[in-house]
């Protein structure tokens, strides 16, 4: 449903299209969802539909999980090229760059909601996608972009030990470093602490999550 508002919310009132169609399927989707769903406001929802969709308005909850309101979408305006986009100045320099990181969030994003994770929640998955998007794909301990194939999304109170899925619970992390968290090789510890150059400061971040996992911390 996101991907469908974000290609066609440039057309020219395409509300009223989308509203025209909500009202269509609204009986197919009573009948089909009534008995596995509530109707109700998104009070819970996560941080990206927070970010994309209104949260007054009433929508499908499905195993803890708020479906994104088909009729929820305003035709967005097309801005033509912005003249302070320039590689010439330090400050447009920033800007293409940020929007060249913005570029590959979306990109990987995309990867990450089409990969498969099998024996996972809807919850789990919903917010590691969240928290993917919230940390700009920055990993949480090294502040490195990481592409899809090296995310990893750990958490911080493990569930063996009374963790959840909640958004609050995740942390995107880099796949070696997600293996430095739970290792108790000495060999593994050193190889990766090595190959990574870890700061100090991100080894103690690092031994932060291992006594969450109730380990030793690395020397």
Do not use: W
Not at 71 to 89: A, H, Q, R
Not at 206 to 216: A, D, E, F, H
């Amino acid at each position: 449903m996101l991907g469908v508002h974000n290609y066609f919310r440039y057309a020219t009132h395409i509300n009223l299209d989308l509203n025209r169609m909500n009202y269509v399927l609204s009986f197919t989707t009573y009948n089909r969802l009534s008995n596995c769903s509530t109707r109700c406001y998104p009070n819970k929802a996560s941080p990206t539909y927070k970010k994309f969709y209104s949260t007054t308005m009433k929508t499908y909850k499905v195993a803890g999980v708020y479906l994104y309101p088909l009729c929820d979408v305003s035709t967005k305006t097309i801005y033509g090229f912005n003249t302070e986009d320039t590689p010439f100045t330090p400050f447009g320099r920033q800007r293409l760059e940020h929007k060249s990181l913005q570029s590959l969030v979306y990109q990987e994003l995309r990867k990450l909601m089409e990969s498969k994770i099998l024996n996972r929640m809807v919850e789990y998955l919903d917010n590691r996608i969240s928290r993917y998007s919230m940390k700009s794909g920055k990993c949480e301990i090294t502040k490195q972009f990481l592409p899809a194939k090296a995310v990893h999304c750990h958490h911080y109170l493990p569930k063996s030990l009374g963790g959840d899925d909640k958004f609050d619970n995740l942390r995107i992390i880099h796949k070696d470093i997600h293996l430095l968290i739970h290792t108790t090789n000495k060999m593994i510890i050193d190889h990766y602490v090595n190959e990574l150059k870890l700061l100090p400061e991100q080894i103690a971040k690092i031994n932060l999550y291992r006594k969450m996992c109730n380990l030793q911390n690395i020397q």
